[in-house]
């Protein structure tokens, strides 16, 4: 009571927050009249005289006035459009590291230009990351008209481009990209094996478009980076044959916490299922010999009985594509992990893609928080302004909209059953179309969708297909009667090369839009439709003229009709036809109508059988309602059955966010292993030598040897000799007398060791001497890079093996976590001792020849032990063109006999590049997979 009564004399954190920047907006207003006076060159220049100022020491905040101000004037001049004082306010929220919540329609994109200059002018590169390649692209080419004009340049990273490309886009005082993008450049960045391979400059700054979606539904899943693993296809096609005939009884299945799994009674019917297709031949399921069928048969029923095809995924083109739940997008690329990806294929029977293993992964947590400073906006994030404090160190400060709010929220209508629901949303949508008034109907999955497309279709609507032409003037002469058209168009993953003509012209009177949700669509819906596209597609075979000119003019009145048509049929009508699990994406859906000041409205229809109803809402409620005396296609409307639902809605909330942060933890422990190695790996590969830290290795397994066949303070009788020397031979490469020194008079374990360390540092002196200093510094950094990076791989693999199934360590009154912190310390202090070993086992083995390398298809390809690790630059050949007695050897395990020896090929740098005629954008006859240029044709 007394938080709520200071607030009122007080106001809110928020306000006061909002209040501080009054001061600086003013100042900006009153530099208005003074910049509009300069020329293009003159504005223009004020780039150069403000660089000059940060390079002399002054702050990016003493600048963000007359920087401000000189965006606002180049925007008004390039583009038409002014920013509002509001928009002056996002951007100091986005300088400062916050988050921007605007409502829809606000100009967010254009926000963010008063930040990202500021910031650029550092000289560090800003970042700004959207939802997909479209909006990428379309702001990076919009937005970078104000940056070119001011003398800044702009970059695009998209899917599909080349490391120069990416390398030049970095390299841009301001990058667009997708935060797929962004993530997977900085893991492949940390594989590659020299500094000038790498893409990314660094992490400066960054602005996340949809924070909400990228930074929080998108949390749950981390980037991998992965390679294919055995085929193991017959066992998944195997498991996916038994699951159809299990029964209800034979498997529990939780779809609160999304989990399944097989009763006593299921486990004895998927054992004799499993015998009858001969795949389970001895031993029970649960057998240590059948763990990898218990794995491939739990994947199978999770793909059959929790996953829903035109829900979470798609097949297209013979291919299980993933569908975001969130925005409804598919995600190509994107692949489920643990074999579910491979259960789901066996079900859908299209071709079963290998398993893969992880190589390199990263959570977008801890992606973003390389950042040094990190800012976001969107038009939802007050519900999780909790979790962004917690997280990222981030605020949320709520920004008002420049016009009032007209758009009215009605309560939501209840029916018993989803066929009574979905006659009510057609009636619904009758009422609304007979007046004009364009909708948009939002619903949670493709088959949703399609299944209220029937609904219309047997009331005599009709689908437009936006991929002809004439659909939009279909949709422009139905506006322009007097008579509704009942014409609909859907957008969903099936039609997501529509997505921006359809939403562009969902605000034109009359037009019927079902879409899945419509969380980081990117594209304004404008009441009348969208000038600026029509202008675009009808004017575009007219040339610049009178007659371009009066078509335009034509347009832009006609718009302008429409528009005032659809505000008199009271603006856009959003139609929820269900709740969502987060209150944000049904924020997102209403946020779509009322934009800058327009009228409009929003309900949503549920029944008792939708998903957050069935498995969150109370059990008693349908026979409730039937004691009421609610009959058929009545529905129930009352606050506090909003109320319930917002509180069903927080519980799901809490729970996912109880979810992230428990990924967070265990891959914080990662993460600070991931960035030893990565800062490592960097600092190895911007030294011209590592002659020190090699030494160091060498001097570390003699000390690993000692102490292992030498206990402390023992007689040289309880030496083990022969395995030590063994163990010597193996590491260094030399035989030495180890047993006739155990035998001198008063040896000592000391003596044995000052023996040892100068015997195997003379020994790698004189292979320095024999191949040459320069060349010896070359192929350790190559080797020591390649084991680093091997042993890591299975350092992850290993890891994710242990966060499986450390959480039984619970049942013994221990913390899974603490478990899994101290067992992961002691993996990763292995991993440094084995790193030691390698490198020094391999390096002692190693010859170089100076020799054209022989015609590609003559050299055997190592196996995925063997030396050739991808992206290496050193390329192995077999000693004696594998005649008699040739070996090769593992690079991380030592050689595969005693004395064996590889050689690495080496050509001239003024010989590189001349294997036979290769075209330099051509693959590389090598195999590695790289253009020419990027391999043996590099200078």
């Known amino acids: 009571m007394f938080g709520s009564f200071a607030k009122k004399i007080f106001g809110s954190s928020n306000d006061r927050r909002l209040k501080g920047y009054r001061p600086k907006v003013a100042a900006i207003n009153a530099l208005e009249p003074e910049v509009q006076k300069l020329t293009d060159a003159e504005l223009a220049a004020r780039t150069v005289a403000f660089r000059e100022a940060v390079a002399a020491g002054k702050s990016l905040e003493d600048l963000l006035v007359p920087a401000f101000a000189t965006v606002r004037e180049a925007a008004r001049r390039v583009l038409g459009q002014r920013h509002f004082d509001v928009q002056l306010v996002g951007g100091m929220v986005l300088h400062e590291g916050a988050i921007a919540e605007m409502r829809t329609g606000e100009g967010k994109t254009l926000v963010a230009t008063l930040a990202c200059y500021l910031n650029a002018l550092a000289g560090k590169g800003v970042h700004v990351i959207t939802v997909n390649d479209y909006l990428a692209r379309r702001d990076a080419e919009w937005m970078g008209r104000i940056y070119n004009f001011l003398g800044l340049s702009t970059g695009t990273i998209v899917h599909g481009l080349e490391d120069d490309e990416r390398r030049r886009a970095y390299a841009a005082d301001i990058t667009y990209g997708t935060n797929n993008e962004f993530g997977f450049d900085y893991l492949r960045d940390n594989m590659k094996?020299?500094?000038?391979?790498?893409?990314?400059?660094?992490?400066?700054?960054?602005?996340?478009?949809?924070?909400?979606?990228?930074l929080v539904d998108e949390a749950r899943t981390p980037l991998i980076i992965s390679g294919a693993s055995d085929d193991r296809s017959d066992l998944y096609v195997a498991a996916d044959k038994a699951?159809?005939?299990?029964?209800?009884?034979?498997?529990?299945?939780?779809?609160?916490?999304?989990?399944?799994?097989?009763?006593?009674?299921?486990?004895?019917?998927?054992?004799?299922?499993?015998?009858?297709?001969?795949?389970?031949?001895?031993?029970?399921?649960?057998?240590?010999?059948?763990?990898?069928?218990?794995?491939?048969?739990?994947?199978?029923?999770?793909?059959?009985?929790?996953?829903?095809?035109?829900?979470?995924?798609?097949?297209?083109?013979?291919?299980?594509?993933?569908?975001?739940?969130?925005?409804?997008?598919?995600?190509?690329?994107?692949?489920?992990?643990?074999?579910?990806?491979?259960?789901?294929?066996?079900?859908?029977?299209?071709?079963?893609?290998?398993?893969?293993?992880?190589?390199?992964?990263?959570?977008?947590?801890?992606?973003?928080?390389?950042?040094?400073?990190?800012?976001?906006?969107?038009?939802?994030?007050?519900?999780?302004?909790?979790?962004?404090a917690e997280i990222y160190k981030l605020d949320v400060v709520e920004i008002p909209t420049n016009q009032p709010v007209k758009r009215h929220d009605e309560d939501d209508e209840v029916y018993r059953t989803a066929e009574e629901k979905l006659r009510a949303i057609v009636r619904e949508i009758e009422a609304a179309n007979a007046k004009f008034q364009p909708m948009l109907v939002g619903t949670t999955s493709i088959e949703k969708s399609?299944?209220?497309?029937?609904?219309?279709?047997?009331?005599?609507?009709?689908?437009?297909?936006?991929?002809?032409?004439?659909?939009?003037?279909?949709?422009?002469?139905?506006?322009?009667?007097?008579?509704?058209?009942?014409?609909?168009?859907?957008?969903?993953?099936?039609?997501?090369?529509?997505?921006?003509?359809?939403?562009?012209?969902?605000?034109?009177?009359?037009?019927?839009?079902?879409?899945?949700?419509?969380?980081?669509?990117?594209?304004?819906?404008?009441?009348?439709?969208?000038?600026?596209?029509?202008?675009?597609?009808?004017?575009?075979?007219?040339?610049?003229?009178?007659?371009?000119?009066?078509?335009?003019?034509?347009?832009?009145?006609?718009?302008?009709?429409?528009?005032?048509?659809?505000?008199?049929?009271?603006?856009?009508?959003?139609?929820?036809?269900?709740?969502?699990?987060?209150?944000?994406?049904d924020n997102q859906l209403r946020g779509r109508a009322g934009r800058q000041g327009d009228p409009g409205r929003s309900k949503f229809f549920l029944s008792l059988k939708d998903d957050?109803?069935?498995?969150?809402?109370?059990?008693?409620?349908?026979?409730?309602?039937?004691?009421?005396?609610?009959?058929?296609?009545?529905?129930?409307?009352?606050?506090?059955?909003?109320?319930?639902?917002?509180?069903?809605?927080?519980?799901?909330?809490?729970?996912?966010?109880?979810?992230?942060?428990?990924?967070l933890k265990y891959d914080n422990v990662m993460?600070?292993?991931?960035?030893?190695?990565?800062?490592?790996?960097?600092?190895?590969?911007a030294q011209d030598s590592l002659e020190e830290m090699i030494t160091d290795m060498r001097e570390g397994v003699v000390d690993d040897l000692i102490a292992k066949h030498i206990p402390r303070d023992s007689y040289p009788e309880a030496w083990d000799i022969g395995d030590f020397t063994q163990a010597v031979q193996a590491a260094f490469n030399i035989t030495l007398p180890l047993a006739d020194w155990a035998k001198e008079e008063g040896i000592t374990e000391d003596e044995m060791h000052e023996r040892l360390r100068k015997a195997a540092g003379e020994a790698y002196a004189a292979r320095v001497e024999k191949n040459g200093p320069e060349i010896t510094r070359y192929v350790e950094k190559q080797i020591v890079l390649q084991a680093l990076d091997h042993l890591w791989r299975e350092h992850l693999v290993t890891l994710d093996h242990l966060r499986q199934v450390v959480g039984w360590r619970g049942m013994a009154q221990r913390d899974p976590l603490n478990e899994y912190k101290a067992e992961a310390f002691e993996l990763f202090s292995e991993l440094i001792k084995h790193l030691r070993e390698a490198t020094t086992t391999q390096l002692n083995r190693v010859e170089v020849a100076f020799e054209r390398p022989p015609p590609m298809e003559a050299i055997e390809v190592a196996d995925a032990g063997g030396p050739a690790f991808p992206g290496s630059p050193v390329h192995a050949a077999f000693p004696a063109a594998n005649g008699p007695g040739a070996q090769t050897v593992n690079p991380i395990f030592g050689a595969s006999g005693a004395g064996a020896t590889e050689t690495l090929v080496r050509e001239p740098a003024e010989q590189r590049g001349a294997v036979g005629k290769v075209g330099r954008n051509q693959p590389c006859p090598c195999g590695s997979g790289k253009k020419y240029k990027h391999c043996h044709g590099a200078a």
């Open 193 to 214: 094996y020299e500094l000038a391979q790498m893409v990314q400059r660094g992490h400066h700054y960054a602005i996340v478009d949809e924070v909400d979606s990228i």
């Open 671 to 685: 993460n600070d292993q991931r960035k030893v190695v990565f800062e490592q790996r960097r600092e190895m590969m």
């Open 243 to 388: 699951i159809p005939s299990l029964t209800e009884e034979d498997f529990e299945l939780d779809e609160k916490q999304r989990t399944t799994n097989l009763t006593d009674a299921g486990n004895e019917h998927m054992e004799e299922l499993l015998g009858e297709l001969g795949v389970l031949s001895e031993g029970s399921l649960y057998d240590a010999i059948n763990v990898t069928l218990v794995h491939h048969v739990n994947q199978a029923l999770r793909a059959h009985k929790l996953f829903k095809r035109d829900k979470d995924y798609i097949v297209r083109n013979g291919e299980v594509v993933i569908i975001d739940e969130f925005t409804g997008r598919m995600m190509p690329g994107r692949r489920y992990s643990e074999g579910l990806h491979q259960a789901l294929e066996a079900k859908e029977h299209v071709a079963i893609q290998p398993e893969n293993v992880t190589l390199a992964s990263i959570t977008f947590q801890n992606y973003f928080r390389l950042y040094g400073k990190l800012a976001g906006m969107t038009g939802t994030a007050a519900t999780e302004a909790d979790e962004f």
């Open 450 to 585: 399609e299944q209220l497309a029937e609904a219309m279709k047997k009331q005599g609507y009709k689908q437009i297909d936006f991929t002809h032409p004439e659909a939009l003037q279909k949709l422009y002469a139905a506006a322009r009667s007097d008579k509704p058209s009942k014409l609909f168009a859907v957008l969903n993953a099936r039609f997501h090369e529509q997505e921006a003509p359809i939403v562009a012209e969902a605000g034109v009177p009359g037009a019927i839009t079902v879409a899945t949700n419509m969380a980081g669509r990117g594209t304004d819906i404008q009441l009348g439709g969208n000038v600026e596209m029509r202008v675009a597609q009808e004017c575009a075979n007219l040339e610049q003229g009178s007659e371009h000119e009066a078509k335009e003019a034509e347009i832009r009145a006609e718009v302008e009709r429409f528009r005032a048509k659809a505000i008199a049929a009271g603006g856009l009508y959003i139609i929820g036809t269900e709740r969502h699990e987060s209150r944000r994406i």
């Open 612 to 663: 957050l109803m069935r498995i969150f809402g109370s059990d008693r409620m349908e026979s409730m309602l039937v004691k009421l005396g609610l009959q058929e296609d009545e529905a129930i409307v009352h606050p506090w059955i909003n109320k319930a639902l917002e509180k069903a809605q927080q519980k799901v909330e809490a729970r996912n966010f109880d979810m992230r942060k428990n990924i």
